[in-house]
């Protein structure tokens, strides 16, 4: 597998606290849009995210975005 499975076609809008995240790429986690492992046999790997406050985010749920782990509408072009 070298493509993501499309999640969804717009954001995941979340306030998420400080720590460190690891965001979904591969599209096939049940915990979206955080990763769960289910990327094992596949070549794609999830990547880490630090949040330092508090924030609001808006993280890719198509998994094609060139910001990643956020959104930047590629959604709306697929």
């Known amino acids: 597998m070298t493509q993501p499975v499309i999640t969804q076609k717009k954001p995941f809008a979340m ?3 400080p720590g460190e995240y ?11 849009p955080f990763c769960d492992g289910s990327h094992q046999g596949t070549d794609l790997s999830p990547q880490k995210f630090i949040i330092k406050e508090r924030q609001m985010v808006w993280l890719c749920g198509c998994k094609h975005s060139e910001t990643m782990p956020y959104c930047d509408g590629t959604h709306k072009k697929l």
């Open 15 to 17: 306030e998420l606290d």
């Open 22 to 32: 690891w965001w979904c790429a591969c599209g096939k986690s049940r915990s979206q």
